[in-house]
């Protein structure tokens, strides 16, 4: 007998079909869509600051970024990072996939594209020093969805997984919490012969198992995020208050009511009544048909199984169907104080995979939504396309983006290249001598010298992380930015020589950059005027 050797064809032919075409379509979209960021260096102003570091930790409750961060190195390299962001993303995928029971080969594309080229991960990887462990903080939560669905005790080892996303990044809870009720809802329309039953058309209705497995779900979250609470607060026991992350978990029930309506709200304004700035009109337009396909298939679906027969089941499946776009607005109510971005919106991507799973659902011969004949055809042919539609301007948003920052780095290094060259040619500076750029473009009056020619950029004003000219050019970010990208000597200049230097009448009284005698020595520093600030008022 002759044993088989081949461990790693072994390995794949236990994997599904379908799995597989699902990881390699992420995994190659992924490399398609953000190829411009992986080929480049496009840093934002978090970037430029953490580029050797995963930025902040214990102290906003990620306490996980530290032990993740090293996997793939602590350098912002973006290739590097990248790959191993898409890797993971792509496993998501995969889970997601397996998680909601599609079997499709139409879904095993459909999801993986929605999940690498939704916009949030476009945000991610502005944030390249930390994309790597955001990847992985949405792989947890989606392998806690999966294993809760899939395994009857799989809620240990859920609980952990999620406990440990949100040490990476809190709002993935929302994914793993939106994943759990799409799977409730596809669960309502399974229609299976009951055990023991033999008579023709005599079937069971999966309201009551639904009804339990969306009460241990429930809990599940709940036990989740109170055991992350309570490591969190243990870890570090004042977390930062920043974006409302001191008041994670802790709910007032007085408010529960609006915070609801606020987080349905939310998501309405981003597919339909007031979208993101980076939504052009016929995105917009595939946003509304991708909200009235779900709502078509939910109604469609209510009629078919004639739920208004069951009162108790008809109620459960609106419960359901309502539950999903509250858990995708959700963080509004786990974070009510937060300044809510793109990148804690990722769970918005179920929208676009609950609609491909009704499709899949729908088109199933046996029991599904359509009589034979071509309208199936048609309609799945529809459904297909505006999701890949959707996946196109995904892209073609995602690369304007990605060359809009590099537009606004190159501007911003000649524009340091330009103000060293002036220091280093001022009568009297010596090499490593103090110097300091001082005026913040955010309170002057003087028009931006590099914005002048905008390019469109508000557009993404709305895509958290993209890098325009203005945050590349703050107090926070110059220090760095020279040191790491013009490559000089930068000597510390305390704040309080910054605010004596600004107090002083010789100060007051020099012209702003590019002017002559802006560069001046006060308080033996040599000062760079950028602009005149407007005091704030």
Known sequence: MTQNTDMIREFLGKIPARIRWCFCTGFLSGLLIHAYMFANKLPNWDDINNVGTYGVGSEFGRWFLKYVNPLDGIWSVPWLGGLFAVTFLAFASCLVLSALD?????????????????????????????????????????????????????FLAGIALLVFSLGLYQAYLCLAMGILVCGLFLDMLREEKAEGQDRPGEKSFPEKKVFLDGVKSFLVLLVSVAVYSFAARQIFPELDSYNGLSQMGRIDPVRLPRLILRAYRWVAEYFILKPYTFVNGFSQVLNVITCLLAAAFVIAWFVKKRLWRRPAAALLYLFLAAAVPLAMGSIIIMAPDASVSMLMLYQYVLLYIFVAALLERSLRKEDGLFAAGRFPGIVGLFVTIVLLLVGYENFVVTNEAYFRMDIAYERAYAYYNRIMERIESTEGYQPG???????????????????????????????????????????????????????????????????????????????????????????DVWVVKTCEETPAK
């Not at 879904?107 to 916009?119: E, G, H, I």
């Not at 930015?481 to 004596?500: C, H, N, Q, R, W």
């Open 102 to 154: 599609l079997k499709s080969l139409t879904s095993a594309v459909l999801v993986p594209l929605m999940m690498l080229s939704f916009p949030s991960v476009c945000s991610m990887f502005t944030f390249m020093f930390t994309a790597d462990c955001y990847a992985v903080g949405i792989f947890l939560a989606c392998a806690a969805a999966w294993l809760i669905r899939r395994y009857r005790y799989g």
């Open 433 to 523: 001598d103090a110097f300091a750029l001082v005026g913040e473009y955010g309170l002057s009056e003087t028009p931006d010298l590099l914005g002048s020619y905008s390019m469109d950029g508000e557009r993404f004003d709305d895509l958290s992380g993209v890098a325009r000219e203005t945050g590349l050019l703050t107090s926070g970010v110059r220090h760095n930015f020279m040191k790491i990208y013009i490559g000089v000597k930068m000597p510390d200049v305390s704040e309080e020589t910054l605010e004596a230097i600004r107090q002083t009448e010789e100060y007051r009284n020099m012209p702003s950059y590019p002017a002559e005698g802006c560069v001046r020595k006060i308080l």
